[in-house]
Protein backbone atom coordinates (compact mmCIF):
# COMPACT_ATOMS: atom_id res chain seq x y z
CA UNK A 1 0.00 0.00 0.00
CA UNK A 2 0.90 3.56 -0.74
CA UNK A 3 1.93 5.79 2.30
CA UNK A 4 4.58 7.93 4.44
CA UNK A 5 6.80 6.08 6.75
CA UNK A 6 8.25 7.55 9.66
CA UNK A 7 11.20 6.04 11.62
CA UNK A 8 11.87 5.99 14.23
CA UNK A 9 8.96 6.34 15.76
CA UNK A 10 10.31 6.89 19.52
CA UNK A 11 13.47 8.24 19.85
CA UNK A 12 15.68 9.52 22.86
CA UNK A 13 18.86 12.04 22.71
CA UNK A 14 21.52 13.13 24.96
CA UNK A 15 22.51 16.84 24.88
CA UNK A 16 24.55 17.68 22.44
CA UNK A 17 24.17 15.08 19.96
CA UNK A 18 22.55 15.17 16.26
CA UNK A 19 19.72 12.66 15.74
CA UNK A 20 18.33 12.04 12.57
CA UNK A 21 14.59 11.38 11.54
CA UNK A 22 13.81 8.80 8.45
CA UNK A 23 10.29 10.01 6.18
CA UNK A 24 9.68 7.45 3.43
CA UNK A 25 7.04 7.98 0.86
CA UNK A 26 6.02 5.57 -2.33
CA UNK A 27 3.20 8.24 -3.15
CA UNK A 28 5.40 9.66 -6.12
CA UNK A 29 4.56 13.21 -4.16
CA UNK A 30 6.96 16.23 -5.15
CA UNK A 31 6.45 17.90 -2.40
CA UNK A 32 7.01 17.06 1.49
CA UNK A 33 6.99 19.03 4.24
CA UNK A 34 8.64 18.61 8.10
CA UNK A 35 5.92 19.78 11.53
CA UNK A 36 6.96 20.14 15.01
CA UNK A 37 3.98 19.71 17.18
CA UNK A 38 4.79 20.63 21.11
CA UNK A 39 2.25 18.88 23.68
CA UNK A 40 -1.29 20.67 23.05
CA UNK A 41 -0.06 22.78 20.49
CA UNK A 42 -0.71 23.34 16.93
CA UNK A 43 2.03 22.20 13.99
CA UNK A 44 4.82 24.71 12.97
CA UNK A 45 6.87 24.27 9.64
CA UNK A 46 10.28 23.41 10.06
CA UNK A 47 11.03 22.59 6.21
CA UNK A 48 9.66 21.98 2.84
CA UNK A 49 10.47 20.62 -0.22
CA UNK A 50 9.09 20.79 -3.78
CA UNK A 51 11.58 18.99 -5.46
CA UNK A 52 14.85 17.01 -5.50
CA UNK A 53 17.83 18.91 -4.16
CA UNK A 54 15.69 22.00 -3.29
CA UNK A 55 13.82 22.75 -0.18
CA UNK A 56 13.03 25.94 1.90
CA UNK A 57 13.33 26.99 5.32
CA UNK A 58 9.88 26.98 7.01
CA UNK A 59 8.90 29.36 10.42
CA UNK A 60 11.17 27.80 12.85
CA UNK A 61 14.07 25.99 10.75
CA UNK A 62 16.95 27.28 13.24
CA UNK A 63 18.63 24.26 14.38
CA UNK A 64 17.38 21.81 12.21
CA UNK A 65 18.43 20.62 8.63
CA UNK A 66 17.18 18.72 5.60
CA UNK A 67 18.07 17.17 2.54
CA UNK A 68 16.36 16.24 -0.56
CA UNK A 69 18.58 13.73 -2.69
CA UNK A 70 15.82 11.62 -3.85
CA UNK A 71 12.20 12.24 -4.33
CA UNK A 72 10.97 9.22 -2.01
CA UNK A 73 12.95 10.41 1.05
CA UNK A 74 13.53 13.77 3.29
CA UNK A 75 15.04 13.34 6.06
CA UNK A 76 15.13 15.73 9.30
CA UNK A 77 18.43 16.09 11.39
CA UNK A 78 17.48 17.72 14.58
CA UNK A 79 21.12 19.52 15.50
CA UNK A 80 22.66 20.15 18.59
CA UNK A 81 22.05 24.10 18.12
CA UNK A 82 18.16 22.94 18.42
CA UNK A 83 17.75 24.17 22.13
CA UNK A 84 14.57 22.45 22.87
CA UNK A 85 14.24 19.67 20.68
CA UNK A 86 11.35 17.45 22.65
CA UNK A 87 8.63 17.09 20.52
CA UNK A 88 6.71 15.06 18.36
CA UNK A 89 7.58 15.41 14.98
CA UNK A 90 5.48 14.80 11.69
CA UNK A 91 6.14 14.56 8.04
CA UNK A 92 3.63 15.01 5.11
CA UNK A 93 3.62 14.97 1.39
CA UNK A 94 1.55 15.94 -1.81
CA UNK A 95 1.15 16.59 -5.55
CA UNK A 96 2.18 19.58 -6.21
CA UNK A 97 -0.78 21.75 -7.36
CA UNK A 98 -3.21 19.47 -7.30
CA UNK A 99 -6.47 21.18 -6.32
CA UNK A 100 -8.77 18.73 -4.12
CA UNK A 101 -5.78 16.65 -3.17
CA UNK A 102 -5.55 15.50 0.54
CA UNK A 103 -1.78 15.85 1.83
CA UNK A 104 -0.55 12.63 3.85
CA UNK A 105 0.83 12.82 6.59
CA UNK A 106 3.18 10.14 8.52
CA UNK A 107 2.49 8.41 11.74
CA UNK A 108 4.76 10.59 13.53
CA UNK A 109 7.93 10.65 15.75
CA UNK A 110 8.74 11.37 19.18
CA UNK A 111 11.82 12.84 20.13
CA UNK A 112 12.65 12.98 23.59
CA UNK A 113 16.13 14.80 25.28
CA UNK A 114 17.57 12.78 28.20
CA UNK B 1 -0.30 38.18 11.02
CA UNK B 2 -1.75 34.87 11.94
CA UNK B 3 -2.35 32.47 8.27
CA UNK B 4 -5.39 30.23 9.87
CA UNK B 5 -6.47 31.81 12.83
CA UNK B 6 -8.94 29.06 15.34
CA UNK B 7 -10.26 30.90 18.28
CA UNK B 8 -11.51 28.49 20.40
CA UNK B 9 -8.78 26.41 21.99
CA UNK B 10 -11.53 23.79 23.60
CA UNK B 11 -14.85 23.26 23.04
CA UNK B 12 -17.90 21.04 24.51
CA UNK B 13 -20.64 19.35 22.77
CA UNK B 14 -23.17 17.01 23.95
CA UNK B 15 -23.36 13.48 22.45
CA UNK B 16 -25.59 13.32 18.78
CA UNK B 17 -26.15 17.45 18.66
CA UNK B 18 -23.89 19.47 16.18
CA UNK B 19 -21.24 21.57 16.50
CA UNK B 20 -19.02 24.16 14.62
CA UNK B 21 -15.66 24.75 14.82
CA UNK B 22 -14.66 28.38 13.82
CA UNK B 23 -11.51 28.95 11.34
CA UNK B 24 -10.63 32.11 9.22
CA UNK B 25 -7.43 32.74 7.07
CA UNK B 26 -5.70 35.34 5.83
CA UNK B 27 -4.57 35.13 1.98
CA UNK B 28 -3.62 37.37 -1.02
CA UNK B 29 -3.34 34.18 -3.58
CA UNK B 30 -6.70 33.82 -5.25
CA UNK B 31 -6.07 29.87 -5.72
CA UNK B 32 -5.53 28.17 -2.26
CA UNK B 33 -7.44 25.43 -0.67
CA UNK B 34 -8.83 24.66 2.86
CA UNK B 35 -8.06 21.76 4.75
CA UNK B 36 -9.94 20.00 8.11
CA UNK B 37 -7.85 17.36 10.04
CA UNK B 38 -8.48 15.54 13.28
CA UNK B 39 -6.09 14.23 15.70
CA UNK B 40 -7.05 11.43 18.02
CA UNK B 41 -4.33 11.22 21.25
CA UNK B 42 -2.34 8.42 18.87
CA UNK B 43 -1.03 11.81 16.82
CA UNK B 44 -1.64 10.53 13.63
CA UNK B 45 -3.63 12.69 11.72
CA UNK B 46 -6.20 12.05 10.01
CA UNK B 47 -8.17 13.95 6.59
CA UNK B 48 -11.78 15.42 6.82
CA UNK B 49 -12.36 17.57 4.23
CA UNK B 50 -11.32 19.57 1.67
CA UNK B 51 -12.74 23.10 -0.44
CA UNK B 52 -11.11 24.66 -3.16
CA UNK B 53 -10.85 28.46 -3.43
CA UNK B 54 -13.09 28.41 -6.29
CA UNK B 55 -15.34 25.33 -5.29
CA UNK B 56 -19.11 27.06 -5.63
CA UNK B 57 -20.31 24.42 -3.20
CA UNK B 58 -19.47 23.95 0.16
CA UNK B 59 -17.64 20.60 0.68
CA UNK B 60 -19.54 18.20 2.40
CA UNK B 61 -17.95 14.29 4.23
CA UNK B 62 -20.44 12.20 5.69
CA UNK B 63 -20.90 13.86 9.25
CA UNK B 64 -18.55 16.72 8.45
CA UNK B 65 -19.27 19.60 6.10
CA UNK B 66 -17.63 23.11 5.33
CA UNK B 67 -19.36 26.13 5.79
CA UNK B 68 -17.21 28.08 3.75
CA UNK B 69 -17.98 32.47 3.25
CA UNK B 70 -15.29 33.21 1.22
CA UNK B 71 -15.75 37.38 1.63
CA UNK B 72 -14.99 36.49 5.41
CA UNK B 73 -12.39 34.53 4.83
CA UNK B 74 -13.71 31.60 6.67
CA UNK B 75 -13.44 27.73 6.82
CA UNK B 76 -16.09 26.63 9.75
CA UNK B 77 -16.21 22.80 10.42
CA UNK B 78 -19.32 21.41 11.00
CA UNK B 79 -19.34 17.93 13.03
CA UNK B 80 -23.78 16.65 13.21
CA UNK B 81 -24.70 14.25 15.56
CA UNK B 82 -21.19 14.26 17.64
CA UNK B 83 -20.58 11.03 18.67
CA UNK B 84 -17.80 9.89 21.54
CA UNK B 85 -14.91 9.23 18.94
CA UNK B 86 -15.45 12.74 17.81
CA UNK B 87 -13.31 14.15 20.82
CA UNK B 88 -9.76 15.07 19.81
CA UNK B 89 -7.93 17.83 18.13
CA UNK B 90 -8.61 19.44 15.18
CA UNK B 91 -6.87 21.17 12.72
CA UNK B 92 -7.50 23.77 10.26
CA UNK B 93 -5.00 24.01 7.41
CA UNK B 94 -4.17 26.52 4.70
CA UNK B 95 -2.43 25.38 1.29
CA UNK B 96 -1.36 28.20 -0.71
CA UNK B 97 -0.05 28.00 -4.23
CA UNK B 98 1.54 31.86 -4.76
CA UNK B 99 5.52 32.10 -6.32
CA UNK B 100 6.34 33.65 -3.29
CA UNK B 101 5.06 31.06 -0.78
CA UNK B 102 5.73 28.16 -3.00
CA UNK B 103 2.82 25.11 -2.18
CA UNK B 104 3.33 25.88 1.18
CA UNK B 105 0.93 24.19 3.39
CA UNK B 106 -0.06 26.55 7.15
CA UNK B 107 -1.82 25.06 10.34
CA UNK B 108 -4.02 26.55 12.81
CA UNK B 109 -3.50 26.17 16.69
CA UNK B 110 -6.19 23.67 16.85
CA UNK B 111 -9.38 22.99 18.86
CA UNK B 112 -9.47 20.59 21.00
CA UNK B 113 -13.42 19.18 21.26
CA UNK B 114 -14.67 16.75 24.01
CA UNK B 115 -18.09 14.84 22.90
CA UNK B 116 -20.13 14.59 26.94
CA UNK B 117 -22.30 10.99 26.65
Known amino acids: DGGITQSPKYLFRKEGQNVTLSCEQNLNHDAMYWYRQDPGQGLRLIYY???????QKGDIAEGYSVSREKKESFPLTVTSAQKNPTAFYLC?????????????FGEGSWLTVV | AQKITQTQPGMFVQEKEAVTLDCTYD???????LFWYKQPSSGEMIFLIYQGSYDQQNATEGRYSLNFQKARKSANLVISASQLGDSAMYFC??????????????FGTGTRLAVRP
Open chain 1, 92 to 104: ASHHLRQPGNTIY
Open chain 1, 49 to 55: SQIVNDF
Open chain 2, 27 to 33: TSDPSYG
Open chain 2, 93 to 106: AMREGSRSSGDKLT
